[in-house]
Nanobody
Framework: QVQLVESGGGLVQAGGSLRLSCAAS????????IRWYRQAPGKQRELVAT???????NYADSLKGRFTISRDNARNTAYLQMNSLKPEDTAVYYC???????????WGQGTQVTVSS
C-alpha cells in the first residue's frame, strides 16, 4: 500500500499561486488514481480534482480553470497547481491514492493552505 506525503502549502495573498506536491512511496504509484481533497474549518471534506492512472483529469466545477492536477510517474509524485487563489480556498489539502480495481486507498497527512485577503 502506498504512503503519501503532501508538501507545498503555506500562506499566500489572494490572487497568488501555490503548487502542492504529493510524494508517494512503498507502492506502484502509476497504478493509482490520485485525488486531491480539501477541508475547510467547520466544513466537510470536498473533492478538488482527480487524475486517473491513465492521466485523465476531472475537477470540481467551481475550480475549473484555476486548479490543475498532474502527475509524474517517474518521480512518484502528483501535483496540484493552484492559481488565482481566493480566501475561500483556505483549507487543509489532502492527497488520496486509490487503486480503483480493489478500492484500496491511502491518505496523506494534509498540508495547510491559507489565502489572505
Amino acid at each position: 500500500q502506498v504512503q503519501l506525503v503532501e508538501s507545498g502549502g503555506g500562506l499566500v495573498q489572494a490572487g497568488g499561486s501555490l503548487r502542492l506536491s504529493c510524494a508517494a512511496s512503498g507502492g506502484i504509484f502509476s497504478i493509482y488514481a490520485i485525488r486531491w481533497y480539501r477541508q475547510a474549518p467547520g466544513k466537510q471534506r470536498e473533492l478538488v480534482a482527480t487524475i486517473t492512472s491513465g492521466g485523465d483529469t476531472n475537477y470540481a466545477d467551481s475550480l475549473k480553470g484555476r486548479f490543475t492536477i498532474s502527475r509524474d510517474n517517474a518521480r512518484n509524485t502528483a501535483y496540484l497547481q493552484m492559481n488565482s487563489l481566493k480566501p475561500e480556498d483556505t483549507a487543509v489539502y489532502y492527497c488520496n491514492a486509490i487503486f480503483t480495481r480493489t478500492g484500496i486507498s491511502s491518505w496523506g497527512q494534509g498540508t495547510q493552505v491559507t489565502v489572505s485577503s
